[in-house]
T-cell receptor, first 116, second 112 residues
């Protein structure tokens, strides 16, 4: 399967702990996005990379959140000092270079975080 | 402030009939619109898109209509099939490769 993969699929953690999620995009895709989805809502944009450069961060991304994409390949999203309000599905998406002429974002299955 | 709105949380349609899902947006800077479908425990799957220079785009059973003056778009599925039962998200962006702003979704049930 050459789609977007995310690990872990589920994470249960205690409030105050740090968690890290990983996203592996489709191999030829240079753009990578992180979204967060809570129950009954659509995905909300968190941050966006083009290659290794983080081009935009949402105001939803507090100082406790950090994302990296070393070498422009996989990406990690870390949440420090988790709070119960961080419980959500964290979705990663990737899309091909603009010149490829296709613009849709391909989503992974998500990582469901539960903070107890 | 919700920039993309889907005012119908759910919709039920008989198999074989037309499903019409509606979406309204407030940001006049949006010029690229998408529909995604989501099954439980899976990420959203791209369905169809439309650029603001068009008013209609068709792909098989799926057609998206865009009315820029009304800031309204709709997705038509005809004929509807039970496998179409899913949550449908309307989404928009200011360019085709920018971050996407999603609506809250409409849960479609196609009844056999």
């Amino acid at each position: 399967d050459t789609g977007v993969s995310q690990n872990p699929r589920h994470k249960i953690t205690k409030r105050g702990q740090n968690v890290t999620f990983r996203c592996d995009p489709i191999s030829e895709h240079n753009r990578l996005y992180w979204y967060r989805q809570t129950l009954g809502q659509g995905p909300e944009f968190l941050t966006y990379f083009q290659n290794e450069a983080q081009l935009e961060k949402s105001r939803l991304l507090s100082d406790r959140f950090s994302a990296e994409r070393p070498k422009g390949s996989f990406s990690t999203l870390e949440i420090q000092r988790t709070e119960q309000g961080d419980s959500a599905m964290y979705l990663c998406a990737s899309s091909p270079p603009i010149l490829a002429g296709a613009y849709e974002q391909y989503f992974g299955p998500g990582t469901r975080l539960t903070v107890t | 402030d919700q920039q993309v709105k889907q005012n119908s949380p759910s919709l039920s349609v008989q198999e074989g009939r037309i499903s019409i899902l509606n979406c309204d947006y407030t940001n006049s800077m949006f010029d690229y619109f998408l529909w995604y479908k989501k099954y439980p425990a899976e990420g959203p799957t791209f369905l169809i898109s439309i650029s603001s220079i068009k008013d209609k785009n068709e792909d098989g059973r799926f057609t998206v209509f865009l009315n820029k003056s009304a800031k309204h778009l709709s997705l038509h599925i005809v004929p509807s099939q039970p496998g179409d039962s899913a949550v449908y998200f309307c989404a928009a962006s200011t360019t085709s490769y920018d971050k996407v702003i999603f609506g809250p979704g409409t849960s479609l049930s196609v009844i056999p």
